[in-house]
């Protein structure tokens, strides 16, 4: 393709009326998505691994902390639609559905902090409230789930010290609250200038397709 | 020197005032510290302004790609938490917009002959490296074997500035097939007083264009002072040490891990985490040090702390991007020059890359431009010379 300064300068100048209209179309439906699209908020927490100090096999004397569970192995379960209450899903998302659960799973990141011993979740909903709302329910499950498997570890490793006859020096963490749910400033999507940056690039492509098409096929 | 300098330029004088000028600057950006870091991309900008009205050509459709690239990442990349620090993401869309400009300029080369400027350089670089080196020692007195340590440097860190001094080598020798051994012995000169180990890289991949191109005399030259300069960085940077300890490779095989060293894994991600996504902080942690000598904050995980440009690209643009990159500068270049000549173009920010900026770096993007357009002047000159030159032999 051929792109020749001058060529493009004397073109603009020819089209200038019919991009300027294509621009201020794409900028009224950038203003019409803004005010249809409902303002996403996000809340942030993290919520640590229950953890069991254990003797080191290959030094007898040290000990190390482990995770009662691999914290990838329970981000896992989290992405199951299905792992969550209908309450839950009910407080978040309105009623409960298939499709509901599903967009749940998907406004929900996790990714690990510390050395891996954290776990930090981001949630994007709608609205200011219900996102902090769901912010609450979802700590309340994650904490109740790592709380189960705290205490089934306690209790097969305390069953296995009496029988082992052992000291019982073993120790023990609960999971717990590493960062308050803490929301977003203001909405984070979307996300006004880009919005409009993008509705004028896609407004001079149309127009410019537009132009092009129109002299092709001489409509 | 001076001689030298004469015989292959016509021009001691510029090359002494040149010199005179490139030290005043140096000395000026060692004493004061000035912020330099995107000096090369607003010249870059400013040139395209300049020759802008020149603007006349056939533009590759790649022009395009990068321009959605550019724009897709940008617009469509997943936001990062409200709660971490924005990403330096600028950085990270540059090959993009590198590309759009090596499509839409390709031929935009400037009215005077780049020859001797770019000869001229080849002899300036290593004279500033010296004066470096001079200026290191008045300030901090250092002893003959702390100066050998030091990094010296023109205007950025020198891993940057090899690439581009291997581009002009690249064209002085390639593109104007003014094949004296001197140059190759200062390209050797410039490796040895930067201790770059990824400038070594860059060299050994040159050397060996270098060496299918000369005569069995100067290939023995060559092969000597290329074994003289591995000896001298090997000895001096300890590039015998484990390959674990060096912090691109570590940082290389934390992005590995993070996608449990599962190529699958990292197919599964066909464009990457984005650019505003931070660095997972079990990462970050893993390479102390790292974020606060980036960012200045040791919770700043910017993904632009994985300096090799591959681990980043790996990271944030994913594998499926990150092959694409070097693909799309290789045909650009390539419908240019040529296969051959483009390889040897394109060599050194392919090597660089695997150790500091590469593809988004300003300099390295000149050396590319510069390679172009001293091959569109010779091919005014000569318009024998088609896109696959004739054997350089």
């Given at each position: 393709m051929k792109i020749d300064y001058f060529s493009c300068l004397a073109w603009l100048r020819r089209h200038w009326k019919t991009l300027i209209l294509f621009e201020v179309v794409a900028c009224i439906i950038a203003g019409i998505y803004l005010f249809v699209t409902p303002p996403i908020y996000e809340a942030n927490f993290a919520v640590s691994m229950p953890k069991v100090q254990k003797k080191d096999i290959t030094l007898e004397s040290a000990t190390q902390w482990r995770l009662m569970v691999s914290s990838l192995d329970f981000m896992r379960g989290l992405q199951?639609?299905?792992?969550?209450?209908e309450g839950l899903i009910a407080g978040c998302m309105g009623q409960d559905s298939n499709a509901n659960r599903k967009q749940l799973v998907k406004s929900l990141q996790m990714g690990l902090m510390s050395n891996g011993d954290v776990l930090r979740f981001t949630l994007r909903l709608p609205l200011k409230e219900p996102t902090a709302h769901c912010a609450l329910l979802l700590q309340e499950l994650v904490l109740t789930q790592l709380t189960q498997v705290y205490d089934e570890t306690v209790a097969k490793v305390g069953a296995q010290l009496i029988l082992d006859n052992a000291a019982p020096s073993t120790k023990f963490e609960k999971p717990g609250i590493a960062q308050s749910i803490r929301l977003s400033?203001?909405?984070?999507?979307?996300?006004i200038a880009k919005v409009f940056m993008f509705a004028l690039i896609l407004g001079f492509c149309v127009g410019v397709f537009v132009i092009l098409a129109r002299v092709k096929y001489r409509v | 020197m001076l001689s030298i300098v004469y015989k292959n330029t016509n021009s001691a004088w510029a090359f002494l005032a040149l010199l005179v000028v490139g030290c005043a600057l140096h000395a000026l950006i060692f004493i004061?510290?000035?912020?330099?870091?995107?000096l090369p991309d607003l010249i870059l900008g400013i040139y395209l302004i300049y020759k802008l009205p020149d603007l006349n050509q056939d533009v590759s459709p790649l022009f395009f790609v990068g321009l959605i690239l550019w724009l897709g990442y940008y617009f469509f990349s997943p936001p990062a938490p409200d709660t971490q620090y924005t990403n330096n993401f600028f950085v990270v869309l540059k090959p993009f917009l590198y590309l759009s400009i090596l499509a839409l300029y390709?031929?935009?080369?400037?009215?005077?002959?780049l020859r001797r400027p770019l000869t001229l350089f080849l002899y300036l670089y290593p004279c500033i490296l010296l004066w470096n080196l001079f200026l290191v020692r008045l300030q901090e007195n250092a002893s003959i074997g702390q100066l050998m340590n030091t990094r010296p440097?023109?205007?950025?860190?020198?891993n940057f500035e090899i690439t581009f001094y291997l581009n002009c080598f690249a064209i002085v020798f390639?593109?104007?097939?003014?094949?004296?051994?001197q140059y190759f012995v200062l390209a050797a000169l410039v490796i040895i007083l930067s201790g770059s180990r990824s400038g070594l890289l860059s060299f050994a991949a040159m050397s060996v264009f270098y060496f299918l191109a000369v005569s069995w005399r100067q290939r023995i030259v060559a092969l000597t002072l290329a074994l003289a300069v591995v000896f001298y960085i090997g000895k001096g940077r300890?590039?015998?040490?484990?390959?674990?300890?060096?912090d691109r490779v570590q940082s290389l095989q934390a992005i590995l891990d993070h996608y449990h060293n599962s190529f699958w894994e990292i197919l599964s991600?066909?464009?990457?985490?984005?650019?505003y996504e931070k660095i997972p902080g079990y990462i970050c942690i893993r390479l102390p040090d790292f974020a606060e000598w980036f960012?200045?904050?040791?919770?700043?995980?910017?993904?632009?702390?994985?300096?090799?440009f591959y681990s980043r690209a790996l990271f944030q643009f994913g594998i499926y991007i990150t092959i694409l990159i070097p693909l799309l500068f290789l045909l650009l270049v390539k419908k240019e020059m040529g296969w051959k000549l483009a390889c040897i173009v394109l060599t050194p920010m392919t090597c660089v890359a695997a150790s500091v900026g590469?593809?988004?770096?300003g300099l390295a993007f000149w050396g590319i431009l510069l390679s172009l357009y001293a091959f569109e002047q010779v091919r005014q000159v000569n318009p024998a010379l088609t896109a696959t030159p004739a054997p350089t032999r």
């Open positions: 199951n639609p299905l792992n969550y209450s400033d203001s909405f984070i999507y979307p996300q | 004061w510290r000035i912020p330099v870091y995107y390709s031929k935009n080369d400037p009215q005077w002959s440097f023109f205007i950025f860190e020198n390639f593109i104007y097939q003014q094949k004296q051994v300890n590039i015998t040490a484990p390959l674990n300890s060096i991600l066909p464009f990457g985490h984005g650019i960012t200045g904050n040791s919770h700043n995980c910017d993904p632009l702390m994985l300096q090799a590469g593809f988004s770096n």
